[in-house]
């Protein structure tokens, strides 16, 4: 009989990376537990981490390379003969069409990868093209983009010290479900509650009465899209009363003047209509997060995917700079990770090229995904031919998704690197599945950077990989090396570089970046190092949040931008919008403005195979306010037909009041009843994708993010 072993790791499912604990025997895993000595989450788990075994043991993983057949059904290949084909034929496509007929997207659990932080960058370099693409701009360009504008780099985001502040205000985000984004606090809902019962409050902003709001001291319907116009009147009472103060930020924060002279076009009267919100309650609001010792504001996915999404990003760090909120304890902070990825990664610029065909602008090498399906639809030079997807699925999680789901049909060849064969995958004639995430090492890099609290931790292994699997880093450095070598001396050049990279391997690079980083003292000093933090099974505790600025700014002059042109240019629209609204005001009462919504036993769209978190009564409905329903004649239970310019879709209905009026909500990642997916337990119970009916015209100029909420759809009984 095998002794029953025990395993601590993050997980890394989701950006509250959890520790787990994970008791096995052999092979086997008995139990996942949270991990009560864990010095960030305590304890905390959420049931998509407990659902890690199933991901584990899921039959439908792939475990070996796949090639496709002409007939369509799907043939074991080896390692070697799929590298080799991958290469040679986005060389071959390359060599005939140009650089930029070779495509790439990488989807959100390659965040969550420490081997693909680590060496899909400089893959994806190695195909010099421009056609570059990932989740971001369907999630948080917009910050990335006020960021950089702001404080001069794309990854230099505030998070919420949540457990210092005395008033949060969340917009368009419901941490109690998502378990926190751009911000990593594990165990939110026990954090609110700890705020509260400090005697502060929660204030929350959002079209639905979420699980969050239902924690809140006060929930605030605003009409989907709207944020800004928000933002911009509490601005305007802040300055117009005279409770403007920047305290120790003054000394280096330029704009402020022309802030000032910004929002005084935005009284709360003016825009009460268009949000939803009366006039008085933003001026109280105003006055209240001025007032509180230390407030901070947060938007997260609701703020960002929509028109104004960078505009609303920008204000919300306006908001927390000009009441002195910014940098300060209990406030936005800047946390300082054992691994400093603002050195690694670009600062970022905007604009530098355009995509091909609409012209969106690129940010830090990346074009806006939502012009993927005409990249590759349109032909001329610079068509995109061939696609490469890492860990994503653009067909459910991108906007007009069925126009995309078409276009990868035409491409000559496509390669996914995945786990499984899903309604983009699909479309590959290569799949390069890596190893589970218990089958490798890991480290929280880009979560770390985004915490709440400064700690380090480092996952080991669970199992050995299988002797013919491959980890993601390794798939990368594979395909780098062949793509790499182009003449003898490039070979030779690319074999030392990926001998050398092969020699470190994933925890040597770590042991590195642990040494040099910020509390690192170089190869022989005794900072820390990969050994200290390996023997904290549980994860080492570095302290509270502290204040970084001006010394962590990453502008030239080393001073926070408040009012950049980028935005202030952008407010033409900001404005114009308003005159419409005047203009066009209940123009159709039969218009709704269609959100999504996130559930905690989902993940986006990937772990509906899971039996354990899919039972249960169905849960992609269209939610919809009572009075619409009245008026539009339907009943509980009706399926509905919805439809919007590109496509449409039919849900069942539930009616409920926690939508507001005008709204309806569903949520995204399902979808799974297209044929030739390999996904047994998820297409017992499909739903529809949202995406099927969100606009790809509809972007956030400002940066091409998609525009996914707020689409405006009519309802039909189906
Ligand atoms: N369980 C679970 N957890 C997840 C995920 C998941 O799929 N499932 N996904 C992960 C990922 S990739 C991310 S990026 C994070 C996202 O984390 P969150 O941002 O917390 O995600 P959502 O739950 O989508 O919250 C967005 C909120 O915005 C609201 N909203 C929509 N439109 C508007 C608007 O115009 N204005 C305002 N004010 N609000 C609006 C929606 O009603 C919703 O409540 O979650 C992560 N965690
Ligand atoms: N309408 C609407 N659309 C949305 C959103 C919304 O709120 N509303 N949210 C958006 C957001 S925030 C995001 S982040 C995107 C997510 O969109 P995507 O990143 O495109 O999609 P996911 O559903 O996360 O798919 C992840 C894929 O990675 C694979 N995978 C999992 N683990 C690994 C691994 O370790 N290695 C590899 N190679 N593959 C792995 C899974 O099998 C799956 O195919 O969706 C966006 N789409
Ligand atoms: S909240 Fe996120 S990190 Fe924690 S257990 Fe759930 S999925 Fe994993
Ligand atoms: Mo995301």
Known sequence: MLEERRHYRACNLCEAICGLEITARGEEILRIEGDRQDPFSRGYICPKGVALQDLHNDPNRLRHPARRTPGGSWERISWEAAFDEVATRLRDIQARYGRNAVAIYQGNPAVHNFGTVLSFPSFARTLKTKNIYSASSVDQLPHMVAAHAMFGHGLLLPVPDVDRASFFLVMGANPVVSNGSLMTAPGMSRRLEALRRRGGRLVVVDPRRTETAALADQHLFIRPGTDAYLLLAMLHVLFAEGRVNLGRLAAFTDGVEILAAVVREFPPARIADLTGIAAQTIATLAREFAAAPAAVCYGRVGLSIQAFGTTAQWLVNALNIVTGNLDREGGAMFPKAALDPLERFTAGHLGAWKSRVRGLPEFAGELPVAALAEEILTPGEGQARALVTVAGNPVLSTPNGKRLDAALATLEFMAAVDIYINETTRHAHIILPPTGSLEHENYAAIFHHLAARNTVKYSPALFAPASDTRHDWQIFLELETRLASRTPFESLKAQFRRG??????????????????????????????????????????????QPALPGRLWTKDKRIALAPKLLTRDLTRVKKRLADADVSRAQSNEELLLIGRRQLRSNNSWMHNSERLTRGKARCTLLIHPEDARRQGIRAGDRVKVVSRVGELVAPVEISDEVMPGVVSLPHGWGHDRPGIQLDVARRHPGVSLNDVTDEQLVDEACGNAALSGVPVRLKRA
């Open 500 to 545: 050398v990279r092969l020699g470190l391997g994933v925890d040597g690079m770590l042991d590195l970046a642990f040494r040099f980083g910020p509390y690192g003292s170089g190869l022989f000093g005794d900072g820390l190092t990969l050994a200290k933090v390996k023997a904290a099974a549980h994860g080492l505790d570095l302290g509270p949040l």
